[in-house]
């Protein structure tokens, strides 16, 4: 019987069981792994590090297409995936684009990794993200892109001693089972990124959770662009936005992503591009990345694919992988906006699914709060050990002052739409989690 090769699938799911906890924060077992690779991490690009709770995927991509409009190779570090786990680890390619790293590479990276920490414990996290810095180590580029995991102060990618310039994007609460549910705790560990003489970008913060970010960039001397003091962002009411950074103000357009937070998010990446060392940025490149930058899985709009095809022709269909409470609010606040401009009352729907390490309800009570939504469907999430079922948050929807109903599946959910009457044109929202954000588009868009 012939041999079929490995995959790097399969190195995955070795790599998986090296800890017991999926979920262990720590450094020292990174830094023993890295240094076991001859520290790819010192050998780096220079480095934006991202924190913070939502929208550092954003911002991530707002800089990678500023950045490449600009003419810099760019490599990006994102965590989780939506389909396949190379998406992770994009890599800057010698015409100037940007690739997630290939099959052959990825396995072999993996491989290393596996071989350099032999049988110790470390988790799927560390050891992957140590092999993306070898996998970045070997490619020549400009600058790397490196989005925090999960928290800051102990996160994997904190190993990185001196980067170029770090941004902190606005910070609430999520993951409380690992980073507690106090608002300052949370800010805290996210401050831990901050360096002695790197410059941070902090977005727009409730005071409770500015306090610790002031405090820990005074007490390692971290020069702080903080949103509403070293600048700001006024949005116009026809169009596009005013930078103030200091003394200066920049003309930017309305952000190529869908939403009103992304303005904020445009407005972060554009101050940490105008305020990065050794870069030169120029007006020009900056506007058309803010313009051209794409995020799959982010108030995205499916406009093919199976699920489009279920529904009728003049209903929209749209994705997003948010599921905390101000990913609601960012969400519900689109919604509100959309339905004024256009002075219609169209029926939102959404079809939701969840984990279980989710606050649910307080997901759903800012569209409750709107007054938003026809009618939410529960969903579990297929193959997902920590999925809600649908009745969970069928629920936790009801609680939240919603109408929802159970559905078996995101096609039962849509199919159900599609048969109802509607005076209006309807909008369907998919949501709650990017991983069901991921085998949606894995069904193909």
Same mark, same amino acid.
């Given at each position: 019987?012939?041999?079929?090769?490995?995959?790097?699938?399969?190195?995955?799911?070795?790599?998986?069981?090296?800890?017991?906890?999926?979920?262990?924060?720590?450094?020292?077992?990174?830094?023993?792994?890295?240094?076991?690779?001859?520290?790819?991490?010192?050998?780096?690009?220079?480095?934006?590090?991202?924190?913070?709770?939502?929208?550092?995927?954003?911002?991530?991509?707002?800089?990678?297409?500023?950045?490449?409009?600009?003419?810099?190779?760019?490599?990006?570090?994102?965590?989780?995936?939506?389909?396949?786990?190379?998406?992770?680890?994009?890599?800057?390619?010698?015409?100037?684009?940007?690739?997630?790293?290939?099959?052959?590479?990825?396995?072999?990276?993996?491989?290393?990794?596996?071989?350099?920490?032999?049988?110790?414990?470390?988790?799927?996290?560390?050891?992957?993200?140590?092999?993306?810095?070898?996998?970045?180590?070997?490619?020549?580029?400009?600058?790397?892109?490196?989005?925090?995991?999960?928290?800051?102060?102990?996160?994997?990618? #904190?190993?990185?001693?001196?980067?170029?310039?770090?941004?902190?994007?606005?910070?609430?609460?999520?993951?409380?089972?690992?980073?507690?549910?106090?608002?300052?705790?949370?800010?805290?560990?996210?401050?831990?990124?901050?360096?002695?003489?790197?410059?941070?970008?902090?977005?727009?913060?409730?005071?409770?959770?500015?306090?610790?970010?002031?405090?820990?960039?005074?007490?390692?001397?971290?020069?702080?662009?903080?949103?509403?003091?070293?600048?700001?962002?006024?949005?116009?009411?026809?169009?596009?936005?005013?930078?103030?950074?200091?003394?200066?103000?920049?003309?930017?357009?309305?952000?190529?992503?869908?939403?009103?937070?992304?303005?904020? #998010?445009?407005?972060?990446?554009?101050?940490?591009?105008?305020?990065?060392?050794?870069?030169?940025?120029?007006?020009?490149?900056?506007?058309?990345?803010?313009?051209?930058?794409?995020?799959?899985?982010?108030?995205?709009?499916?406009?093919?694919?199976?699920?489009?095809?279920?529904?009728?022709?003049?209903?929209?269909?749209?994705?997003?992988?948010?599921?905390?409470?101000?990913?609601?609010?960012?969400?519900?606040?689109?919604?509100?906006?959309?339905?004024?401009?256009?002075?219609?009352?169209?029926?939102?729907?959404?079809?939701?699914?969840?984990?279980?390490?989710?606050?649910?309800?307080?997901?759903?009570?800012?569209?409750?709060?709107?007054?938003?939504?026809?009618?939410?469907?529960?969903?579990?999430?297929?193959?997902?050990?920590?999925?809600?079922?649908?009745?969970?948050?069928?629920?936790?929807?009801?609680?939240?002052?919603?109408?929802?109903?159970?559905?078996?599946?995101?096609?039962?959910?849509?199919?159900?739409?599609?048969?109802? #009457?509607?005076?209006?044109?309807?909008?369907?929202?998919?949501?709650?989690?990017?991983?069901?954000?991921?085998?949606?588009?894995?069904?193909?868009?």
């Amino acid at each position: 019987m012939e041999v079929q090769p490995q995959s790097s699938s399969t190195v995955l799911d070795r790599l998986e069981a090296l800890h017991p906890k999926r979920i262990d924060l720590s450094l020292g077992r990174i830094e023993r792994l890295l240094a076991a690779l001859n520290h790819p991490e010192k050998q780096l690009p220079p480095v934006v590090h991202v924190a913070g709770t939502n929208g550092k995927g954003s911002v991530i991509a707002f800089l990678e297409a500023a950045l490449q409009a600009s003419g810099y190779r760019v490599h990006t570090y994102i965590s989780p995936h939506l389909v396949n786990f190379h998406e992770r680890i994009r890599l800057a390619q010698n015409d100037g684009g940007i690739q997630p790293i290939g099959e052959t590479e990825l396995k072999e990276t993996l491989e290393a990794c596996e071989a350099a920490n032999g049988t110790e414990p470390i988790t799927f996290f560390e050891i992957t993200t140590a092999a993306a810095m070898r996998a970045f180590e070997r490619h020549p580029a400009d600058v790397l892109l490196l989005e925090v995991g999960l928290g800051g102060r102990l996160d994997a990618t #904190n190993v990185i001693e001196r980067p170029a310039i770090s941004v902190i994007t606005p910070v609430s609460i999520d993951h409380t089972q690992f980073l507690g549910d106090d608002l300052a705790g949370i800010a805290g560990e996210k401050a831990g990124i901050l360096r002695t003489g790197v410059p941070a970008v902090i977005g727009p913060q409730d005071d409770v959770a500015m306090t610790p970010i002031s405090d820990r960039a005074a007490e390692v001397g971290a020069p702080l662009l903080r949103c509403g003091v070293e600048w700001s962002c006024r949005v116009r009411r026809n169009g596009g936005m005013v930078l103030t950074l200091g003394s200066r103000h920049v003309e930017l357009p309305s952000p190529g992503l869908p939403g009103p937070h992304q303005f904020a #998010n445009a407005a972060m990446a554009a101050v940490a591009l105008l305020a990065m060392p050794g870069f030169d940025v120029d007006e020009d490149s900056l506007c058309a990345g803010l313009r051209t930058a794409h995020w799959p899985g982010r108030l995205q709009r499916i406009e093919r694919g199976p699920l489009r095809d279920m529904l009728p022709a003049d209903t929209e269909l749209w994705l997003d992988g948010g599921h905390n409470a101000a990913a609601g609010q960012a969400l519900a606040d689109a919604f509100t906006q959309w339905r004024n401009e256009e002075k219609t009352q169209r029926p939102i729907f959404l079809v939701s699914g969840m984990l279980n390490t989710k606050d649910v309800s307080a997901f759903f009570e800012p569209f409750a709060k709107a007054e938003l939504i026809e009618e939410v469907y529960g969903v579990p999430i297929p193959g997902e050990q920590a999925s809600r079922s649908g009745a969970d948050v069928t629920e936790a929807a009801q609680r939240s002052g919603l109408n929802a109903q159970i559905a078996n599946s995101v096609e039962d959910a849509v199919k159900s739409i599609a048969r109802r #009457n509607q005076a209006e044109p309807a909008r369907v929202l998919i949501c709650g989690s990017l991983y069901l954000a991921g085998q949606v588009l894995a069904r193909g868009t």
